[in-house]
């Protein structure tokens, strides 16, 4: 796949509430109902790495497929994208784990058919996310594993309108930025409008359905939005984008929003071109100076 600039990820599973935030047990069933999906699965998943591992292969199947489904990577190659170098024993525990998980987890969706492509009341699909066979069960070599991503993904990230996400700001979140790069991820896969000549804008409604599709788990609604503050904030300093735009939790009419604002896509080319080529000015000027 080569270095990773971007990868592509389903639109429906990055705004269900199926990856934990919080201290929820990733072994318990859920049932999470968020703003225009409905989740149970037989568990969560990490928002890091599983969310990571899930997108990486839905953008290796889409730039690598192949007629029976079952894609072979190897953990040196996912490993060295996630990791941005060669994988540790460490990291290739981690992916173990990651993929198992995957692999177990069993999602029914509603609120869409990936069948008519239509909004429906009736289940999605009720399977794996993935079927995966591991080193040393059934392949070749100690590196190299299979993963058949399910059938309905397939044909969801390859017919519909998979979300595309940076690689780098995606992988940027650490650890203990959870939540920040869940919302990160849930803003990512919202329909934006325009809302002038080089901006655009969304927002979401703070409530118990926006925290069950964010995967929160708070006593009571102020300290979730406590939580969606210091979110906001670590996604202006993480992702420039939001930082030359506007990211925060406000009160509006006695309810609680979610508001955003960024460039449009191509502006922001543009604004970016620009900071470089000024940075780029800066350093000439010093280096002659000196």
């Known amino acids: 796949m080569g270095k990773l600039t971007s990868v592509r990820a389903d639109r429906t599973l990055s705004r269900s509430g199926l990856f934990a935030t919080g201290p929820r047990q990733l072994t318990l069933p859920i049932e999470a ?10 568990g969560s998943l990490r928002v890091t790495p599983d969310y990571d591992v899930l997108a990486w292969l ?6 690598r497929p192949t007629e029976s ?54 289940l999605r699909s009720r399977d794996n996310l993935a079927s995966v066979v591991l080193p040393g069960e059934d392949t070749t070599g ?18 519909g309108a998979p979300v595309r996400l940076s690689w780098r700001t995606l992988r940027a979140f650490d650890e203990n930025q959870k939540l920040a790069k869940r919302l990160w991820i ?44 210091r979110a906001c904030q670590t996604i202006r300093r ?19 929003k979610i508001i955003s604002k960024r460039p449009r896509w191509e502006a922001w080319r543009e604004l970016r071109a620009e900071h470089e080529q000024a940075r780029q000015a800066i350093t000439a000027s010093l280096r002659r100076a000196a």
Do not use: N
């Not at 839905?58 to 730039?63: D, V």
């Not at 100690?142 to 990230?157: G, H, P, Q, S």
């Not at 926006?210 to 969606?228: H, I, N, V």
């Open 186 to 229: 849930y803003l990512a896969a919202e329909r934006w409008r325009r809302s002038g000549t080089e901006t655009e804008g969304t927002w979401i409604a703070c409530g118990d359905r926006l925290f069950a599709a964010l995967g929160m788990d708070y006593a009571e609604p102020k300290f979730a939005r406590r939580a969606l503050k």
């Open 58 to 63: 839905c953008e290796r199947w889409l730039t």
């Open 69 to 122: 489904g079952w894609m072979r990577p190897t953990f040196y190659e996912i490993g060295s994208d996630l990791y941005a170098r060669p994988p540790s024993g460490t990291d290739y525990r981690t992916l173990t784990a990651a993929l198992d998980r995957l692999g177990m987890v069993t999602v029914s969706l509603t609120g869409y058919d990936a069948e008519t492509g239509e909004a429906t009341r009736h």
């Open 33 to 42: 109902r968020g703003l225009s999906e409905i989740v149970i699965a037989s």
């Open 142 to 159: 100690t590196d190299r594993f299979k993963v058949r991503l399910a059938e309905w993904l397939r044909r969801e990230i390859s017919d």
């Open 238 to 256: 993480v992702d420039a984008r939001y930082a030359a735009g506007e990211l925060q939790v406000v009160k509006t009419l006695g309810s609680w």
